[in-house]
C-alpha cells in the first residue's frame, strides 16, 4: 500500500500535463470544427472543397505523423517554417487534428435537420444567423451529443502520444518508474487515473444529453 501511494504524488504531476492538453484541445477544437462544418456546407464551391481537402487529409494521416511533422518538420518549410516548443507544437497538431474530426460530426448534424425548419424560420422573419442559433443549433447540439463525446473520450487517450515529444504526461511518468523498479503495479494505478477521467467526462455527457432531450421531436 505504501508503494501505491508513493506513486500518486509523480502521477498526478502527469495527469495535469495530461489534462492541459486535454482542455487546451477541447477548448480550440470544437468552435473551429462547427466553423469548418459550415464552411463545408457552404454555397461557395472553393470553399467547401477546400475544407473538404484539408478534413481529407487530417483524417487520412495518423495524429502521430501530424504531431511530428509540427514538431520536426515545421521548421524546415521555406520561407514559413518556425519552431514551436513541444507543448505548443503537440496542442497544434491537436487541435488541428479533432477539429476535422468535429467538422465531421457537426456537418451531419446540420445536415440532418429536415429543410422546413429553414423554410418555417424563414416565414417567420429570421435571418440566417438568427435561424442557426435558435432554431438549428440547439437541436443539432442534441444530435452530435454521441459522437462527440466519442470523440472526447477518445482525445484523452490519444493524448498518451504525446511522450513522442518527451513530455511528461500520465502514461510517460508511469512507464519512468516501470523501468526504474521493474514493477507492474504502476500500469494498474494509471489505468485507474485513465478510468476516473472518462468516468468524469462519461457522466458530464449523459447529463448534457438529458437536458438536451426537450429538443426531441
Known sequence: MDYILSLIGPMVDGTAVTLQMFFVTIVLSLPLGLGLAMARISRFAALSGAVGVYIWL?????LMLQLLFVYYGLPF??????????FPAAACAFV????????????????????????????????????MRRVILPQ??????PPVSNETITLVKDTSLIYVLAMNDLLRVTRSIVQRDFDLTPFA???VFYLAMT???TWMFEKMEKRYAVYDE
Not at 77 to 86: A, S
Not at 140 to 145: A, D, M, P
Open 96 to 131: 488541428l487534428n479533432y477539429a476535422a474530426y468535429f467538422a465531421e460530426i457537426f456537418r451531419a448534424g446540420i445536415q440532418s435537420i429536415e429543410r422546413g425548419q429553414y423554410e418555417g424560420a424563414k416565414v417567420l422573419g429570421m435571418t440566417y444567423p438568427q435561424t
Open 189 to 191: 494505478v494509471a489505468a
Open 199 to 201: 468516468f468524469a467526462l
Open 77 to 86: 518549410i521555406p520561407y514559413i517554417g518556425v519552431t514551436l516548443p513541444e
Open 140 to 145: 443539432v447540439i442534441k444530435r452530435v451529443l
Open 58 to 62: 487530417m483524417r487520412g494521416t495518423p
